[in-house]
T-cell receptor, first 115, second 114 residues
Framework: DTEVTQTPKHLVMGMTNKKSLKCEQHMGHRAMYWYKQKAKKPPELMFV???????INESVPSRFSPECPNSSLLNLHLHALQPEDSALYLCASSQGRGSADEKLFFGSGTQLSVL | RKEVEQDPGPFNVPEGATVAFNCTYS??????FFWYRQDCRKEPKLLMSVYSSGNEDGRFTAQLNRASQYISLLIRDSKLSDSATYLC???????????????FGQGTILTVHP
């Protein structure tokens, strides 16, 4: 079982809804990530938080808003999404030491459907 | 050219077979390399890191050739449970934040049949 926990596992939302995805890890990792994965495609990086500060934003539309309340929690706030945003959203964490062989550990993901 | 390219597959092999996957990467400054496996509708899970000296973990052997920018994964004595998508993953060099920028290959689907 993964040590990175994501909720909810499934989410269906309308284009006018506001929802949030949540991610939690208790491995003492200081880097946390959001990835987006479309069917039959590889994961694509969205955001990286390092020591609770946003360090990478891969030009993600503003309808996706990340938040890192503390070193164990990572949220992704969703507003006014489009149907093409439907995908599997994966959270990951890593030690955050910046070493070359930093390994990422993924949560089981939230399968999002936008109607 | 894609940053990370893999054999398109799919590979369909019988139990007990040996199967090899290849991967090439374009960024010569890449620092580290991994193989992840992903089961259908599940998250990617780290299978093994890949080192220049080559490394082995049970039935799995990974090789890295920096000169050719080529990575391989060999699976011996395939099991039904090895059926999954295998993702070649490269950690690019982006200065101090390089540890965050994993680039995934498209993945190779492996199906092991009885």
């Amino acid at each position: 079982d993964t040590e990175v926990t994501q909720t909810p596992k499934h989410l269906v939302m309308g284009m006018t809804n506001k929802k949030s995805l949540k991610c939690e890890q208790h491995m003492g990792h200081r880097a946390m990530y959001w990835y987006k994965q479309k069917a039959k495609k590889p994961p694509e990086l969205m955001f990286v938080y390092s020591y609770e500060k946003l360090s990478i934003n891969e030009s993600v539309p503003s309808r996706f808003s990340p938040e890192c309340p503390n070193s164990s929690l990572l949220n992704l706030h969703l507003h006014a999404l489009q149907p093409e945003d439907s995908a599997l959203y994966l959270c990951a964490s890593s030690q955050g030491r910046g070493s070359a062989d930093e390994k990422l550990f993924f949560g089981s993901g939230t399968q999002l459907s936008v109607l | 050219r894609k940053e990370v390219e893999q054999d398109p597959g799919p590979f369909n092999v019988p139990e007990g077979a040996t199967v090899a996957f290849n991967c090439t990467y374009s960024n010569s400054a890449s620092q580290s390399f991994f193989w992840y496996r992903q089961d259908c509708r599940k998250e990617p899970k780290l299978l093994m890191s890949v080192y220049s000296s080559g490394n082995e973990d049970g039935r799995f052997t990974a090789q890295l050739n920096r000169a050719s920018q080529y990575i391989s994964l060999l699976i011996r004595d395939s099991k039904l449970s090895d059926s999954a998508t295998y993702l070649c993953v490269v950690n690019g060099n982006a200065g101090g934040t390089s540890y965050g920028k994993l680039t995934f290959g498209q993945g190779t689907i492996l199906t092991v049949h009885p």
